[in-house]
């Protein structure tokens, strides 16, 4: 079976308009079948090319964005294709206003928004398109596109919660890095030549270091690329290697502190998510299908498809949770009261909104306790560097004075 792909096409819509687009699917032909079918002659039909993807600069936070804005307009009373153009003339970057404008006129040529959205699977996923398409069908759409928006707004909060845990700490040590390298390089050297001149033993501290320093000098070029050589391997191995990631997601959930906000995050993205799609009216069992993929962790993503079997079986949703031993206990309560009452949506939003402000007060307290970390990694790694070029010159001093 062929390997499905994204195709960039260009054709002519049931009133003889021009349209343009994107679809996924695994042969050229297929994807003229499948647009046939949704009343598209496709002129043109060609696999999209990595390096020239023209949507590339189009983010999580301006799909939320424009989510927002076309729940507010909506709920306004604006027309639906109106408040496209809106939105559109509003943004202030051209490849989210194209997009805009290419979703608007797919609407206006007859196909509804869902079918719109779908049409551009690297901005718009299946959980999107499918929330869309049951606000659609329930009449409540601008009801759906609020929920969407807030359902962005606050995945992507999240995710720039667990990105500043991580960009901070590795910012740091990249900077030290790069000084001790330039250190190494440019400064030690100026005191090797100065020591030439002294005639006396050296400290085996100095000697050490103008060691490195010799070292790096001849080999700095290597190092850099082996450095980058190993990064780049690791994330080429783990982007094709399932069982790598699993072994890593595992491994990362049993880290000191940062483990905690993983775990934290994942309870967190699955209350959110199964709150969103369930009050949505999509069947629980297919919500949880949604939900697996979003959790942003695979242990928790192999819990919630084992959740999703048994939830098929009959058995309640909360028992299922509690038989994966990786859910906190308050979760399990509260959708256990969620279930009893008929108000789970609520119960998992009170969870999520609970959980993702423990993932804001646990980063705050991992910079706060990063901070001295990687001072004093700093001072050990500069001050040393010094340190060794001085001491010479300190004992230089005390034999001049005696």
């Given at each position: ?28 032909a297929i994807a003229k079948a499948e647009l046939r079918r949704q009343g598209i002659v496709a002129k043109k039909v060609r696999k999209k090319g990595k390096g020239l993807s023209r949507g590339g600069s189009v983010k999580p ?297 423990q993932v804001d007060n646990a980063v705050d307290g991992l910079t706060s306790l990063m901070e001295p970390i990687i001072m004093a990694v700093l001072g050990v790694l500069v001050g040393g560097l010094i340190i060794a070029m ?13």
């Amino acid at each position: 079976m062929a390997e499905s792909a994204i195709f960039v096409w260009e054709g002519t819509d049931k009133q003889g308009r021009k349209t343009k687009g994107e679809i996924t699917s695994s042969t050229p032909a297929i994807a003229k079948a499948e647009l046939r079918r949704q009343g598209i002659v496709a002129k043109k039909v060609r696999k999209k090319g990595k390096g020239l993807s023209r949507g590339g600069s189009v983010k999580p936070a301006d799909i939320a964005l424009f989510t927002r804005q076309m729940a507010t307009m909506m709920r306004a009373g604006v027309p639906l294709v109106q408040s496209f153009d809106i939105v559109a003339d509003g943004s202030d970057k051209p490849k989210v206003a194209e997009l805009i404008r290419a979703v608007r006129n797919d609407v206006s040529g007859g196909n509804n928004f869902a079918t719109a959205l779908r049409r551009h699977p690297l901005q718009f996923d299946d959980l999107f398109c499918n929330l869309v398409d049951a606000g659609e069908q329930s009449g409540a759409l601008e009801t759906m596109l609020d929920r969407i928006a807030t359902y962005k707004e606050k995945t992507e909060s999240l995710k720039a919660k667990m990105r500043k845990a991580m960009i901070y700490p590795v910012a740091v040590l990249i900077v030290a890095f790069i000084v001790s390298g330039i250190l190494l390089i440019k400064v030690v050297p100026q005191f090797q030549d100065v020591f030439a001149g002294f005639g006396a033993d050296l400290p085996a501290f100095t000697l050490f270091i103008i060691g490195i320093s010799e070292f790096v000098q001849q080999w700095w070029l290597a190092i850099v690329l082996g450095v980058v050589g190993v990064i780049g391997g690791f994330l080429a191995i783990r982007k094709r290697s399932k069982t790598l990631r699993d072994k890593l997601d595992r491994m990362i959930l049993k880290v000191p502190v940062a483990g905690n906000i993983v775990k934290k995050s994942a309870v967190a993205r699955f209350a959110r998510t199964l709150s969103t799609t369930f009050a949505a009216g999509v069947p629980l069992v297919d919500a949880l299908t949604s939900v697996a993929g979003s959790t942003g962790n695979s242990v928790y993503s192999n819990a919630v498809l084992q959740i999703r079997d048994d939830v098929s079986t009959g058995q309640q949703l909360n028992f299922s949770m509690r038989n994966t031993r990786v859910f906190p206990n308050m979760v399990i309560q509260m959708v256990a009261i969620g279930e009893e009452a008929g108000a789970l949506d609520d119960m998992l939003d009170k969870s999520a909104n609970y959980y993702e402000e423990q993932v804001d007060n646990a980063v705050d307290g991992l910079t706060s306790l990063m901070e001295p970390i990687i001072m004093a990694v700093l001072g050990v790694l500069v001050g040393g560097l010094i340190i060794a070029m001085y001491l010479p010159i300190f004992q230089l001093g005390s034999v001049v004075g005696a």
